[in-house]
């Protein structure tokens, strides 16, 4: 039996994606929201929890603690030891617990791309939002902007995210524009800014841009008045795992703001206080 359990599996289970976010036992952000819908999408996923909490700090009550540096290193290691990365496709990243934790991951994947060079990162750089400041440490902003932009193909800052990465105030699509361009660069090629320009923005509607070396293109979708959370890391999954199955990055905006907007609408007639992923809406994804 003792022999059994240690016997090493006969082959490696392919992984197309490694998401490296946030985990809560109830709620739908980060992990718990990207995961089912990368797997809706047909593609297998490893994650990686940065942190884990029994829900979002809106409630009256949290528990649980970013993982420590030792674990989340070791968890990383793991996947390496599993032969995991040689054949994954895509490096997800959300919500981070600690600057180190973005450190050591860009150490990480410096030594996977190695081993595999076709391995792309997406990040979401999780900082905060207008309505809130900045809700993580603030100490995360250079290690997103120095260590993890340089080494991402694409990224999905809401506004006020990328006003922290670049530096300055931003008011219109054209600043947007210009600022997310400025990020372009050797490896980085799309940047999508979520809730863009919103001083500027018409009454009752959302404004998505999309910037590559090609243009910028924006995209609108309705604004649905509902406070739930994990909206942006849906949004980010939809949009990388749309590109992984096929999908040109315009199309994989427009079909991730539809999806959004579904979702939202569903869960407003329901009165739900969290995201989730209806079956109708599941197979719509599949």
């Known amino acids: 039996m003792s022999a059994l359990l240690h016997a090493p599996p006969v082959g490696t ?3 197309d994606v490694v998401s490296v976010q ?6 739908s952000v980060g992990n718990s929201i990207a995961v089912p819908v990368l797997q809706a999408l047909g ?5 990686v929890p940065t942190v884990v ?5 809106h409630y009256p009550t949290m528990h649980g603690a970013p993982l420590p540096l030792d674990w989340f290193e070791g968890l990383l290691e793991d996947l390496e030891a599993r032969e995991v990365v040689t054949r994954a496709r895509h490096l997800l990243v959300g919500y981070l617990g600690s600057p180190a934790q973005g450190l050591a991951l860009a150490a990480w994947l410096d030594r996977m791309r190695v081993r595999n060079p076709a391995l792309r990162m997406q990040i979401d750089p999780v900082i905060g939002d207008h309505d809130t400041g900045i809700y993580t440490d603030p100490a995360l902003v250079p290690v997103w902007r120095d260590h993890l932009l340089p080494r991402a193909h694409g990224l999905t800052p809401n506004h006020f995210e990328l006003e922290q990465l670049c530096g300055r105030s931003l008011r219109t699509l054209d600043d947007c524009a210009q600022a997310a361009a400025g990020l372009l660069g050797p490896v ?3 940047v999508v800014v979520t809730s863009a320009a919103p001083e500027t923005c018409p009454p009752g509607v959302v404004q998505v841009l999309a910037v590559s070396a090609q243009g910028w293109e924006t995209f609108e979708h309705p604004a649905v008045a509902h406070a739930v959370k994990g909206t942006g890391d849906m949004f980010a999954a939809l949009v990388g795992g749309r590109m992984m199955t096929g999908a040109a990055l315009g199309d994989a905006v427009r079909r991730a703001c539809d999806d959004v907007v579904a979702v939202l609408r569903h869960v407003q007639a329901q009165g739900w206080q969290e995201l989730a992923l209806p079956r109708e809406i599941g197979r719509r994804l599949g």
């Open 43 to 47: 593609l297998q996923v490893a994650p």
């Open 13 to 15: 289970r392919i992984i």
């Open 22 to 27: 946030s985990q809560v036992v109830y709620g």
């Open 188 to 190: 980085t090629e799309w």
């Open 53 to 57: 909490f029994g829900n979002t700090p």
